[in-house]
């Protein structure tokens, strides 16, 4: 079974689910390469169990085609919200427009039931919904709902693409208390960049001295 290696480092599910178009510049497949790829990346972001995971795979092995269809309308719903998620509040009204347009073609159709359900493991609460229809096309209601939200709250001026370089693509929600995190991630883009920093101030004082 395939397994999802986008990190989750982008605060919000539809940035993280934007970030995985990253993977093939790092040699490694897209999550969205295949519908398997796609059900290990949504048990990674929490929105799948291992039960539920197994039988959609049965499942898509009995409808193909659905699947196939669930895995494109994915891939054409993420390069809709790349640009609005890199550019923002910036973004020029047509990217805004077919952003918006994707997530009310999947809002539109998604009917459910909505539940409150006891974790009795750790006696936690939690909302969920469970679609009925199309299994498939479900998968990436609570995607879309994320982005709905970014939107709706005016947390977009917040989203922003990592200064990284050699550029990175990823893009993330920037919760800091000054509004001026740069990096996706401490760990790997601002360690690169702190470590280039060291570099040059290190040269110019050779220079200098
Ligand atoms: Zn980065």
Known sequence: MPRARTPFVAGRLWLDFVNTDEAPRHGQPDALVSFDGYLAWLEAAGLLDATRRAAL???????????????????????????????????????????????????????????????????????????????FAALVIPVVESAADTLVTGELARVRRCAGEPACPRVFLDTSRSARRRWCDMASCGNRAKAARHRVTARTRRAKG
């Open 57 to 135: 795979q049965r499942r898509a092995l009995e409808q193909p085609a659905s699947a196939t269809a669930a895995l494109h309308e994915a891939r054409r719903i993420r390069s809709a919200l790349r640009p609005l998620a890199e550019r923002g509040r910036h973004a020029a009204e047509r990217i805004t427009q077919t952003a918006v347009l994707e997530i009310n073609r999947v809002l539109g159709r998604s009917t459910g039931v909505r539940r409150v359900e006891h974790d009795a493991r750790d006696g936690s609460f939690s909302r969920a919904f469970l679609p009925v229809g199309d299994a």
